[in-house]
Nanobody, 115 residues
Framework: QVRLVESGGGLVQPGGSLRLSCAASGSISSFNAMGWYRQTPGKQRELVAGISSSTFYADSVKGRFTISRDNTGSTVYLQMNSLKPEDTAVYYC???????????WGQGTQVTVSS
C-alpha cells in the first residue's frame, strides 16, 4: 500500500515563503515521478512542479518555486518563495510512472496567500 503524507501548508502574506513536504511510504520503488499539483474551486488540478529524471515547472511558478527530493527518493519538497495571492490553492503531492498521470495522491494541504 502506498501512502503520501503532506505537510507545510498554511497562511502567508504576499511575498512570503512556505515549504511543503511530502513523504511517500509503501511499495514506491517502481515509481520515479513525484510532483506537486494545485487546485482551486471550479478549476482543474494543475501540475506546478515535478521531478523525475529531470525537473518541471509551470510557467506561473518558474523562478519562485523549487522542487527537490531527498537522497532516499521518498520525500519531495516544494520551496515556494515570493508567494502571490494567485498561488492560493490546495496543493497535492503526486506519485507515478510519469508526472502527468499520477497513480497516487496525497490528501492535500491548503496554502493561502493573503494580507
Amino acid at each position: 500500500q502506498v501512502r503520501l503524507v503532506e505537510s507545510g501548508g498554511g497562511l502567508v502574506q504576499p511575498g512570503g515563503s512556505l515549504r511543503l513536504s511530502c513523504a511517500a511510504s509503501g511499495s514506491i520503488s517502481s515509481f520515479n515521478a513525484m510532483g506537486w499539483y494545485r487546485q482551486t474551486p471550479g478549476k482543474q488540478r494543475e501540475l506546478v512542479a515535478g521531478i523525475s529524471s529531470s525537473t518541471f515547472y509551470a510557467d506561473s511558478v518558474k523562478g519562485r518555486f523549487t522542487i527537490s527530493r531527498d537522497n532516499t527518493g521518498s520525500t519531495v519538497y516544494l520551496q515556494m518563495n515570493s508567494l502571490k495571492p494567485e498561488d492560493t490553492a490546495v496543493y497535492y503531492c503526486s506519485l507515478g510512472y510519469t508526472l502527468i498521470r499520477p497513480r497516487y495522491w496525497g490528501q492535500g494541504t491548503q496554502v493561502t496567500v493573503s494580507s
